[in-house]
T-cell receptor
């Protein structure tokens, strides 16, 4: 079945450094790849997304890259700040029709040390 | 706009009891989803509703039922709760064809089954 693998499961960086989280997906028909940030006790919040016809998208300090051939996509956070500390999830669309269904990776706990 | 709201926030049940988790969205989205989140397993789709009047199973539907009451509301029912259903439950909504296509999540319901 469809699957999304996310690495690493935990990531610790110094404030100001960059952080990279990587995901691979199995369904070659997937065409939409969002990233979510989840703070403790809250629901996931969409932070950036990319469609399959684009290789890279940037929004201030965060960027996402997509390699459809290799079925890889990555989240890049530059100049990390303590408030970036959270759990990050990647996801990929799946299923026929326009249902908006997503399959999620297992999550990465990012800790930014001041 | 409140976005996606869920009630209750916390619930403790005994094995065999039933309950309904409520979800409502005010973004006029067509699609709604129920997920469960367990440690180390990311978010898994229980049921979804692509549009008002339709529902379909996700990855882990066993032990659950849903009702799409109208365009705004999507409820999840546990008929006979089991300890394996102890989890955090999230409702989400989206407009798959519209910008942005991402799912928007509620704050979650933390359920414990004793």
């Amino acid at each position: 079945g469809e699957n999304v693998e996310q690495h690493p499961s935990t990531l610790s960086v110094q404030e100001g450094d960059s952080a990279v989280i990587k995901c691979t997906y199995s369904d070659s028909a997937s065409n939409y790849f969002p990233w979510y940030k989840q703070e403790l006790g809250k629901g996931p919040q969409l932070i950036i997304d990319i469609r399959s016809n684009v290789g890279e998208k940037k929004d201030q300090r965060i960027a996402v890259t997509l390699n459809k051939t290799a079925k890889h996509f990555s989240l890049h956070i530059t100049e990390t700040q303590p408030e970036d500390s959270a759990v990050y999830f990647c996801a990929a669309s799946y299923g026929s029709g326009n249902t908006g269904k997503l399959i999620f990776g297992q999550g990465t706990t990012l800790q930014v040390k001041p | 706009n409140a976005g996606v709201t869920q009630t209750p926030k916390f619930q403790v049940l005994k094995t065999g009891q039933s309950m309904t988790l409520q979800c409502a969205q005010d973004m006029n989205h067509n699609s709604m989803y129920w997920y469960r989140q367990d440690p180390g397993m990311g978010l898994r789709l229980i049921y979804y509703s692509a549009s008002e009047g339709t529902t379909d199973k996700g990855e882990v539907p066993n032990g659950y039922n849903v009702s799409r009451l109208n365009k705004r509301e999507f409820s999840l029912r546990l008929e006979s709760a089991a300890p394996s259903q102890t989890s955090v439950y999230f409702c989400a909504s989206s407009e798959p064809a519209g910008p942005p296509p991402g799912q928007f999540f509620g704050p979650g319901t933390r359920l414990t089954v004793l």
